[in-house]
């Protein structure tokens, strides 16, 4: 069974910045790719950041494009997500999510960690 698991979330001012961190245990193969999603009350899940473990790609929503960079640790073991020049409009639960197969149909989930940015 496959675990992720968020930290890193809290609350900052804007302007400020968090890293955002998700590990994961319980992979049959190296995940293909994983990615970061948020949420707001009444509003559906997005998608903000998508990596492809094999090759490093990366892709950005066009709302974080330029202030959130996300990455991997060496043994692609842990899942980043550096975010700089927060505002108001990124408070949110932040979740991530990993795929093993091709298609990222992101089928593992964390429980998510909360990020509140104040004026």
């Known amino acids: 069974q496959v675990w992720l698991v968020e930290s890193g979330g809290g609350s900052v001012e804007t302007g400020g910045s968090l890293r955002l961190s998700c590990t994961s245990s319980g992979y049959t193969y190296t995940p293909y790719c994983m990615g970061w999603f948020r949420q707001t009350p009444g509003k559906e899940r997005e998608k903000i950041a998508r990596i492809y473990i094999h090759d490093g790609r990366t892709v950005y929503h066009d709302s974080v494009k330029g202030r959130f960079t996300i990455s991997t640790d060496t043994a692609k073991k842990t899942l980043l997500l550096q975010m700089n020049n927060l505002n108001a409009e990124d408070t949110a639960m932040y979740y991530c999510?990993?795929?093993?197969?091709?298609?990222?149909?992101?089928?593992?989930w964390g429980q998510g960690t909360q990020v509140t940015v104040s004026s």
């Open positions: 999510a990993g795929s093993e197969d091709r298609l990222c149909t992101d089928n593992y």
